[in-house]
């Protein structure tokens, strides 16, 4: 009769066996699992920088082209402002002298990284001409055309 009970049934030693054996795929499958999981952060880290850092590049090339963009304004402005003072149009000359200096200051505070320290001064070279604008007369034009060489747009 001891014969019959061992070989009718499944074995204790075959049933710890496929048990360790699942054992192992699940150990194998959460490693394998928890690795996939790990380099996918990795690189979604990596990209999240890479989106800062051109998000970073992007907002400083838009800050430049308006920067540029403003000192575009400045030049016609004063360009403007020496034609009206050419012709003796003294109020629309003080008006695009406004402009000027209003377009002056945008860029100016546009400038974070002090690329237009330069031009600082001529803020105040822009209100005194467009204060005594009547006064100088054609002669305006020339000081404005030096204030117009000192703004240079760079590309």
């Known amino acids: 009769m001891a014969h ?4 009718g049934g499944v074995s ?3 049933v710890v066996l496929i048990l360790v054996l699942i054992g192992f795929g699940f150990a194998a499958g959460y490693v394998v699992g928890g690795r996939k999981q790990e380099m996918v952060q990795y690189h979604v880290e990596q990209l999240k920088n890479e989106m800062a850092k051109r998000t970073l590049d992007l907002e400083r ?9 403003h000192l ?4 016609d402005a004063l360009t403007l402002a020496q034609t009206h003072l050419r012709h003796q ?16 200051q945008s860029a100016l505070q546009l400038d974070k990284e002090g690329a237009l320290t330069h031009l600082r001064p001529l803020d105040h070279e822009l209100e005194t001409i467009e204060q005594s ?23």
């Not at 019959?4 to 070989?7: A, R, S």
């Not at 575009?72 to 030049?75: A, F, H, I, L, S």
């Open 4 to 7: 019959k009970e061992k070989g």
């Open 12 to 14: 204790f030693v075959k």
């Open 61 to 69: 090339l838009l800050t430049k082209t308006r920067m540029r963009g």
């Open 72 to 75: 575009v304004e400045v030049r």
């Open 89 to 104: 149009d003294f109020g629309l000359a003080k008006k695009s002298l406004s402009d000027a200096r209003t377009a002056l």
């Open 133 to 155: 604008a009547t006064r100088l007369g054609p002669r305006a034009a020339d000081e404005i055309e030096r204030i117009k060489q000192q703004v240079v747009v760079e590309n």
